[in-house]
Every structure is written in structure tokens, then in C-alpha cells.
């Protein structure tokens, strides 16, 4: 059974980072197309980031976090990880790991506030 636990996330000031981390088990992780979603209040849920395997481990971003959010894998330790620099107030959300897409395997979100 697939099992995805994010951690990480909390309240930051404008300007700061944040790394979250998504422990995954129950599937193939190391072949697995993995991606970072998130939904702010009132909003519908985005597409941040996604990894795939192939291509030298590929990465994409939304136009909103290109140059300021990084992910990136341990298959070592089973872990999808989401560095983001430089927060921004409109980066406040629910972030939610995911493997596989819509259809796939999701974790429960970890919460992100950036507020002075």
C-alpha cells in the first residue's frame, strides 16, 4: 500500500526558506514520476513541481516558483524533497507531495505560512 508523509512545513517571514520532505513507501519510488502540488485557501490546487526519472531526472516548474523552488530525491532514504527560497506571502498554501499524478498516490499536506 502506498504511503506518502510530508513534513517541513510551518511559518516563515517573506524572504526565507523553507526544505519540506515527503517520506514515501509501498511503491516504487526510485521509477516513480513524483510531483509537488499545492492549494491555497479559496484556490485551486497547483502544480509546482515534478521530477521524472527519465531524462537524467528532468525537473519543471510553475512560472510562479521557476528559479526559487527546487525538488529533488534520495532514493537512498526514499525521500522527494522541495527546497523554496526566497518565500513569498503568495507562496502560502497547503503543500502536497504526489506520485504519479492526479490519479496517483497523495500525502496529507504539510502547511506553509509566509506572514511578517
Known amino acids: 500500500q502506498a504511503h506518502l508523509v510530508e513534513s517541513g512545513g510551518g511559518l516563515v517571514q517573506p524572504g526565507g526558506s523553507l526544505r519540506l520532505s515527503c517520506a514515501a513507501s509501498?511503491?516504487?519510488?526510485?521509477?516513480?514520476?513524483m510531483n509537488w502540488y499545492r492549494q491555497a485557501p479559496g484556490k485551486e490546487r497547483e502544480l509546482v513541481a515534478t521530477?521524472?526519472?527519465?531524462?537524467?531526472?528532468?525537473?519543471t516548474y510553475s512560472d510562479s516558483v521557476k528559479g526559487r523552488f527546487t525538488i529533488s530525491r534520495d532514493i537512498g532514504k526514499n525521500t522527494l524533497y522541495l527546497q523554496m527560497n526566497s518565500l513569498k506571502p503568495d507562496d502560502t498554501a497547503v503543500y502536497y507531495c504526489?506520485?504519479?499524478?492526479?490519479?496517483?498516490?497523495w500525502g496529507q499536506g504539510t502547511q506553509v505560512i509566509v506572514s511578517s
Open positions: 509501498g511503491f516504487t519510488f526510485s521509477s516513480a514520476v
Open positions: 504526489n506520485a504519479w499524478g492526479p490519479q496517483g498516490f
Open positions: 521530477e521524472y526519472v527519465t531524462a537524467g531526472f528532468k525537473t
